[in-house]
């Protein structure tokens, strides 16, 4: 059964572009959750959707944003690139219907900001 | 209120060793606890999770302990081999949130 998939692995823009990160989750998995990894920060909570909707976000600028399409997999954008937006952005997938949903991740996109 | 703390920063154990991980929570309201797994320049890998009405938990070399008293729960890594040298992340849970926070990581060496 093929995991988490990402795309691309890295990335590299300057201060000021756009970037749109993709994530497959695990097939039969319909929650799609988003997580930054900068740094000295440790793992930061970014978004989570469900069945299409956005059910949580983290405290992050406006943004950043996403979606989930009809068939679960999900895109993250982020505007106006920050230097500190410099990060890898880690996407994670759970089950339907689990009164407790492990989160499974991804190896996630290396963002750089020049 | 939502912080996990995380204790050590760093950890270096002899092969065969037991390496001991700590975390601690102030939000009672937590009611998921996972353990991951990160190799460099790979995503994290759950290793191991535990609900708050269960004292232990034990899968293979790897078990959490859990006090719902203090507020605490660790991960042990029994016969530590040099294949478990990573960075561990401990974790914690709102079930209707289901957003993961989490601890600040620990690096654990293990050498021959």
């Known amino acids: 059964e093929a995991g988490v998939t990402q795309s691309p692995t890295h990335l590299i823009k300057t201060r000021g572009q756009q970037v749109t990160l993709r994530c497959s989750p695990i097939s039969g998995h319909t929650s799609v959750y988003w997580y930054q990894q900068a740094l000295g920060l440790g793992l930061q909570f970014l978004l989570w959707?469900?069945?299409?909707?956005?059910?949580n976000r983290g405290n992050f600028p406006p943004r950043f944003s996403g979606r989930q399409f009809p068939n679960y997999s999900s895109e993250l954008n982020v505007n106006a690139l920050e230097l500190e937006d410099s990060a890898l952005y880690l996407c994670?997938?759970?089950?339907?219907?689990?009164?407790?949903?492990?989160?499974?991740f991804g190896d996630g996109t290396r963002l750089s900001i020049l | 209120q939502q912080q996990v703390k995380q204790s050590p920063q760093s950890l270096i154990v002899q092969k065969g060793g037991i390496s001991i991980i700590n975390c601690a929570y102030e939000?009672?309201?937590?009611?998921?606890f996972p353990w991951y797994q990160q190799f460099p320049g790979k995503g994290p890998a759950l290793l191991i999770a535990i609900r708050p009405d269960v004292s232990e938990k034990k899968e293979g070399r790897f078990t959490i302990s859990f006090n719902k008293s203090a507020k605490q729960f660790s991960l042990h890594i029994m016969d530590s081999q040099p294949g478990d040298s990573a960075t561990y992340f401990c974790a914690a849970s709102i079930g209707n949130t289901d957003k993961l926070i989490f601890g600040t990581g620990t690096r654990l060496q293990v050498f021959p």
């Open positions: 959707y469900d069945e299409g909707e956005e059910r």
């Open positions: 994670a997938s759970s089950g339907l219907g689990q009164k407790r949903k492990p989160q499974h």
């Open positions: 939000n009672t309201a937590f009611d998921y």
